[in-house]
């Protein structure tokens, strides 16, 4: 998250942040790196695993948000919903 930009923070717990490096294969580096567990890719190309933490991590293909592949982490018990557009 060191080099992402906070673009909006909403009052229901969404946090949206854009990375300065572009593209699938940054998203999908950044998604690799937080070393999810139970990893399954559905048919619409989105990619869900789970943290240590018991947070959801996924990843939105660049055909969502026009063009623009978004990591969404959530973590379920503060109810906080962080998105990384690439």
């Given amino acids: 998250m060191s080099n992402k930009t906070l673009t909006n923070q909403t009052n229901t717990g969404v946090s949206n ?5 572009r593209g699938n294969a940054a998203a999908q580096a950044d998604f690799s790196a937080l070393k999810p567990t139970n990893v ?13 933490n018991g947070s959801t991590v996924n990843l939105h293909p660049s055909k969502s948000l026009g063009g623009v592949p978004t990591l969404e982490i959530f973590d379920p018990i ?5 998105k990384i557009r690439y």
């Fill in 78 to 82: 503060a109810r906080i919903r962080i």
């Fill in 17 to 21: 942040y854009v990375s300065p490096i």
């Fill in 40 to 52: 399954r890719t559905y048919p619409n190309g989105t990619t869900v695993g789970t943290l240590p």
